[in-house]
């Protein structure tokens, strides 16, 4: 998709601090970090969102975890406790529309659920 701004990450048209790739998958760090150490895990191929997920997309989502986990324990969160997540949706907080994870970790996070 042209105009996604992770797709022109993942096709090296834009830079990013990237922590980990292989043929399905990139994760770098968030250029707006809202905790100590905050990275981006997504999937190469360009899916909106999980509601927009196909049968064949489910293994690299669910490769996701097993790569957040690698992340957490080489960036030394692992015991300390991290959080993974993703927004889906405007009412979520989705603003990019390339399903997307959050790995944040490093201090004290604080609880989800509040809502404006």
Not at 9 to 35: R, T, W, Y
Not at 36 to 53: C, E, G, R, T
Not at 56 to 73: C, H, L
Request: glycine share 6%; proline share 5%; aromatic share 6%.
């Amino acid at each position: 998709m042209s105009d996604c701004i992770f797709c022109k990450i993942v096709a090296g048209e834009l830079p990013s601090k990237k922590v980990f790739e292989n043929d399905e998958i990139v994760a770098f760090h968030d250029i707006q970090p809202a905790s100590p150490i905050h990275v981006l895990i997504i999937p190469k191929k360009h899916i909106p969102s999980l509601a927009d997920a196909q049968a064949e997309d489910w293994t690299t989502i669910g490769q996701v975890q097993a790569v957040a986990a690698q992340i957490a324990r080489e960036l030394d969160i692992e015991e300390s406790g991290y959080r993974v997540i993703t927004n889906v949706g405007a009412n979520a907080g989705q603003i990019v529309h390339h399903i997307h994870y959050h790995l944040m970790g490093g201090a004290r996070l604080a609880p989800l659920g509040v809502h404006n």
